[in-house]
C-alpha cells in the first residue's frame, strides 16, 4: 500500500539497523532524507540502491508537497534523518502533519533512540522522563526553561554539542542547584562512555576539555527538594513590600525566588498592599 514510512536508524553503530527498516529501505521507492550523505554511507553499507531525495529543516514543507503527490500516485516513500527517530529533534513532524492533512498513510518503524538510551543508561530514575531538544543558547531563552525545570521531580535530558557542554551544565548548575546528573556521548560507538556525578563535578571536569563525539546530558530535577527550601510567596511579599520596595519590584523579586509567574506574585502583593493600607 502507498504510504510514508519514518524509519529510525543507527545513532552510531550501523549494526543497530533494524529488518524492517532495511526492508523498508529496500522495497520503498524513494528516501527522502536529511543528509543524503550520511544516508548514502548507510546504504552503501547494506548493499541498497535508491532514489536520494534531500529533506531537511528548512525545505521541509517544500518536500512534504513532493511526497504527497508521490504517495498520491501510488508511491511508498521512506524518510529518515540523520540519525535516531525522525521527529525528535529531527524533521519528520511537518510530513506527518501533510499525511494527516491529505488523509494519507504513514507509520513509524522503530529502532536506535538516543533519548531512550540515555534514560536508561544515565543510570537516574527513568520513569517518568521529559525530553527538551537542544538546550537553549541565549540566555534570555534559558530563564523561563530553567523555571520551568524548578517545578519538575523527575529527569530531564537534553542533546548537546560538545563545544556547548560546559556552558550548558554551568546554567543548569546556576539555575536549579547541584543535582544528580550524567552525561553521556557517542553512545552506541566505540568509545561510548558515561559519566556520572553532581552538576558541579560534572562541570568542573568540562571546565577546560570539551569531551568529544555527540553529547545527551540528564538531570534529575528534585522539585519538591526546591520547594522545601523555597519562601511562602505571601510571606516573602509581606517583608519586601515591609521593607521599603514598591508593588511591581517586590512581586519580581518574590516571582524569581519562589518560581511563580510574575503576574501570580503581582496580584498577591496587590492584595497585600491593599490589606496594608
Known sequence: ??????????????????PRVREALTTCDAVYCEDTRRTLTL???????KQLVSCYRENERQRAQEVVSRIQAGETIVY??????????????????????????????????????????????????????????EKKAQKPLLEQLKRLDH????????????????????????????????LTKMHEETVRGKLSELAARYAENDPR????????????????????????LKNLLSSGLSVRDAAAEAATICGVPKKEAYAKALEIQSSLS
Open 43 to 49: 546504504l552503501n553499507h547494506i548493499g541498497i540502491k
Open 213 to 236: 563525539g555527540e553529547c545527551v546530558i540528564c538531570v534529575y530535577c528534585r522539585a519538591t527538594a526546591q520547594a522545601e527550601n523555597t519562601p511562602d510567596l505571601e510571606s516573602l
Open 155 to 186: 529527569t530531564v535530558i537534553f542533546y548537546e554539542s560538545p563545544n556547548r557542554v560546559h556552558a550548558t551544565l554551568t546554567a543548569l548548575l546556576e539555575g536549579l542547584g547541584d543535582l544528580d546528573a550524567a552525561l553521556l556521548r557517542e
Open 1 to 18: 500500500m502507498p504510504m510514508l514510512l519514518l524509519c529510525a536508524t543507527p545513532i552510531g553503530n550501523l549494526g543497530d539497523l533494524t
Open 80 to 137: 529518515v534523518s540523520d540519525a535516531g527517530m525522525p521527529g525528535v529533534s529531527d524533521p519528520g513532524e511537518v510530513l506527518i502533519a501533510a499525511c494527516i492533512e491529505h488523509n494519507l498513510p504513514y507509520s513509524v518503524l522503530p529502532g536506535a533512540s538516543a533519548v531512550l538510551m540515555a534514560a536508561v543508561m544515565s543510570g537516574l530514575s527513568a520513569m517518568p522522563f521529559s525530553f527538551f531538544g537542544f538546550f537553549p543558547r
